[in-house]
Nanobody, 123 residues
């Protein structure tokens, strides 16, 4: 199993930037698809950005963050990052890292969640 720890959240003014980190232990994160999700009070947890498995993993983003956020991997550090630029108040949420485990045939087996990190965008 893999354990995920998010970090990098905090309070930032509109237009500012933050970089969130999802650090893994107990597993090799490069073999997992990894997504960043967020949940604001009263809302369901929603996908923000995702990167596929391995070196050829594709990325996708929610329309609300496209062009502002970037997801990337540092396999040497067993970490996935979410770079958030041009932050808006509506980006305020708890951000969670999710890793999806697949078998060798590409079947998703299960997923793992971190505990989340709070991002607050406010003036």
């Amino acid at each position: 199993q893999v354990q995920l720890v998010e970090s990098g959240g905090g309070l930032v003014q509109p237009g500012g930037s933050l970089r969130l980190s999802c650090a893994a232990s107990g597993g090799i994160l490069s073999v997992y698809a990894v997504g960043w999700y967020r949940q604001a009070p009263g809302n369901q947890r929603a996908l923000v950005a995702k990167i596929g498995r391995g070196s050829g993993g594709s990325t996708n983003f929610a329309d609300s963050v496209k062009g502002r956020f970037t997801i990337s991997r540092d396999n040497a550090k067993n970490t996935v990052y979410l770079q958030m630029n041009s932050l808006k108040p509506e980006d305020t949420a708890v951000y969670y890292c999710n890793a999806e485990r697949y078998d060798i045939l590409g079947t998703r087996l299960r997923d793992y969640w971190g505990q989340g990190t709070q991002v607050t965008v406010s003036s």
